[in-house]
């Protein structure tokens, strides 16, 4: 084989070894797939104080929502989550916000601008709760869906549009 070849061999074995690199870098970041799996059992407190456990909600659909005071994404996607615990609860939790903020800061956002459902404060060291919850980017706002059954059904980051919350909390049965 000629040096050329040589050449264009080893550049192809190191791109395929790079690529192979950065997707397996990419998929670290996303955090493992949740989806199919039970759901993290987390017991967190809540304003007062109280711990709750995720499987307090069993029995019922649940859109978990990692959210922090400071994060402007978070603060607006709140009325749509209020607005679909309004229309879907029915007397029950759906939307579970987990704060991934400090009690005080969380505390003093709630008094200027109350929600209709649960808060809990999320962890924030390691292993923090949004790592649990498979967002190992550490994105904000990010969301969990759980079946009945406490399996998750889905993961988001971002903001959820209005389709996305009417999917998960109205018409996919999933």
Excluded: K
């Excluded at 859109?63 to 009325?79: D, F, K, Q, T």
């Excluded at 607005?83 to 939307?95: C, K, M």
């Excluded at 962890?123 to 649990?132: C, S, V, Y």
């Amino acid at each position: 084989m000629s040096r050329a070849t040589w050449l264009i061999l080893a550049l192809a074995v190191l791109a395929g070894a790079a690529g192979g690199w950065l997707q397996h870098a990419a998929r670290e970041r996303r955090g493992p797939d949740l989806a199919g799996r039970p759901a993290p059992s987390l017991s967190l407190p809540d304003l007062d104080g109280r711990t709750h456990t995720l499987a307090e909600y069993a029995g019922r659909r649940v859109l978990v929502n990692l959210w922090a005071s400071w994060c402007g994404p978070c603060r607006r996607e709140m009325p749509a989550l209020a607005a679909a615990q309004a229309r879907f609860g029915g007397g029950h939790p759906v939307v579970l916000g987990i704060a991934m903020d400090s009690p005080d800061n969380v505390r003093d956002y709630l008094q200027a601008h109350p929600v209709n459902y649960p808060v809990l404060l999320g962890r924030l060291d390691p292993p923090d709760t949004a790592r649990q919850l498979g967002d190992a980017a550490g994105v904000l706002p990010y969301s969990v869906l759980l079946g009945a059954d406490g399996t998750v059904l889905a993961s988001h980051a971002g903001v959820l549009d209005a389709a996305t919350l009417e999917d998960w909390l109205g018409g996919n049965p999933w």
